[in-house]
């Protein structure tokens, strides 16, 4: 069964870069099946795509967030990451890493997320 | 980007009673949408994909329909644990985007 799980720190000062990863377990990330996504969800308010990896390498991120986004993989520990660089208090969320349908619609399974804030 | 909306942004129902919840995209998305479940503290959960697919494990009383621009995510007889938030999301084009989501609430 396959399970992700998002590890970092939970506070970041403002301007600083918010580093995050996920730990996938109970399957390869490095495969040709599935992308791998990040989704976001500040408090109180509705989900957000950040961005999407392929284990090619390829990515694919949201451009609201101004090309502050990076997703590199790291196969060789079946992990891919997330940096959010100049983070702001906008940037404080509840981060999700998910496996992503490569051929329709649909996120699952999630991670249980972590909670990220910006604060000084 | 498609703007996906959401309609109603609220609905207060009983247990027992039918669900219906919208999602209309500001451009045709095909059948690439998918509606999701999420509790307080919880992460989403897939219910549907592909329009009208149920996810693995998601009993029968859950159904999608739609598909273009118009979308509709049906609870037959709603059960105590249904009362949630529900996102749709589509992944027709990029970037990918939610709807701003429904709150079922318990009338």
């Known amino acids: 069964q396959l399970q992700l799980q998002e590890s970092g720190p939970g506070l970041v000062k403002p301007s600083e870069t918010l580093s995050l990863t996920c730990s996938v377990s109970?399957?390869?990330?490095?495969?040709?099946?599935?992308?791998w996504g990040w989704i976001r969800q500040p408090p109180g308010k509705g989900l957000e795509w950040i961005g999407t990896?392929?284990?090619?390498?390829?990515?694919y991120y949201n451009p609201s967030l101004k090309s502050r986004a990076t997703i590199p993989i790291d196969t060789s520990k079946n992990q891919f990451s997330l940096k959010l660089s100049s983070v702001t208090a906008a940037d404080t969320a509840v981060y999700y890493c998910?496996?992503?349908?490569?051929?329709?619609?649909?996120?699952?399974?999630w991670g249980r997320g972590t909670l990220v804030i910006v604060s000084s | 980007e498609i703007v996906l909306t959401q309609s109603p942004a609220i609905v207060s129902l009983s247990p027992g009673e039918r669900a219906t919840l919208s999602c209309r995209a500001s451009?045709?998305?095909?059948?690439?949408l998918a509606w999701y479940q999420q509790k307080p503290g919880q992460a989403p959960r897939l219910l549907i994909y592909?329009?009208?697919n149920r996810a693995t494990g998601i009993p029968a009383r859950f159904s999608g329909s739609g598909s273009g621009t118009d979308f509709t995510l049906t609870i037959r007889s709603l059960d105590v644990e249904d009362f949630a938030v529900y996102y749709c999301?589509?992944?027709?084009?990029?970037?990918?985007?939610f709807g701003q989501g429904t709150r079922l609430e318990i009338k």
């Open positions: 998910a496996r992503q349908w490569l051929g329709g619609a649909g996120f699952d399974p």
């Open positions: 451009q045709s998305v095909s059948s690439y």
């Open positions: 109970g399957g390869s990330i490095n495969t040709r099946s599935y992308f």
């Open positions: 592909d329009a009208s």
């Open positions: 990896l392929y284990y090619s390498g390829s990515t």
């Open positions: 999301q589509q992944r027709s084009n990029w970037p990918i985007t």
